[in-house]
């Protein structure tokens, strides 16, 4: 069984969505049923790490990042087989222009190509 962990940045996404849902479109339900399918499909990460395709962007990315649909979103994660870890990095409108979204985070949270702040 795998490990699961969340970037600051895929926390705030998540909390964005549903607040976005919530608040704005005064959808109460729709952002609880969001975050139980959230919530639901990332769970099985720890069993099936793999079960979902590695995201082919038009420009190569320092690691394997692998894309699953949940609803109206894209989660991106990271396998790490050694630490026996799924790691989310992401949590995306998917109608939005995903590549405009990247690059990913590295694991400190931090834009790939990007210095992390002294």
């Known amino acids: 069984?795998?490990?699961?962990?969340?970037?600051?940045?895929?926390?705030?996404?998540?909390?964005?969505?549903?607040?976005?849902?919530?608040?704005?479109?005064?959808?109460?339900?729709?952002?609880?049923?969001?975050l139980n399918a959230l919530d639901g499909s990332i769970s099985r990460l720890?069993?099936?790490?793999?079960?979902?395709?590695?995201?082919?962007?038009?420009?190569?990315?320092?690691?394997?990042?692998?894309?699953?649909?949940?609803k109206n979103y894209a989660v991106f994660y990271t396998v790490n087989e050694q630490e026996k870890l799924a790691e989310i990095y992401r949590v995306i409108?998917?109608?939005?222009?995903?590549?405009?979204?990247l690059p990913l985070p590295n694991s400190h949270g931090i834009p790939e190509g990007r210095v992390e702040p002294s």
Do not use: C, G, H, W
Not at 8 to 33: C, G, H, M, Q, S
Not at 53 to 61: A, D, E, I, S
Not at 93 to 101: G, I, T, V
């Open 46 to 70: 720890k069993d099936f790490p793999y079960s979902r395709r590695v995201y082919q962007p038009v420009k190569p990315l320092e690691r394997e990042y692998r894309i699953m649909a949940v």
């Open 93 to 101: 409108y998917a109608k939005r222009d995903l590549e405009k979204q």
């Open 1 to 34: 069984m795998y490990k699961l962990s969340y970037l600051p940045l895929a926390n705030r996404d998540i909390a964005d969505a549903v607040n976005y849902i919530a608040e704005t479109l005064a959808a109460p339900k729709a952002a609880f049923d969001l």
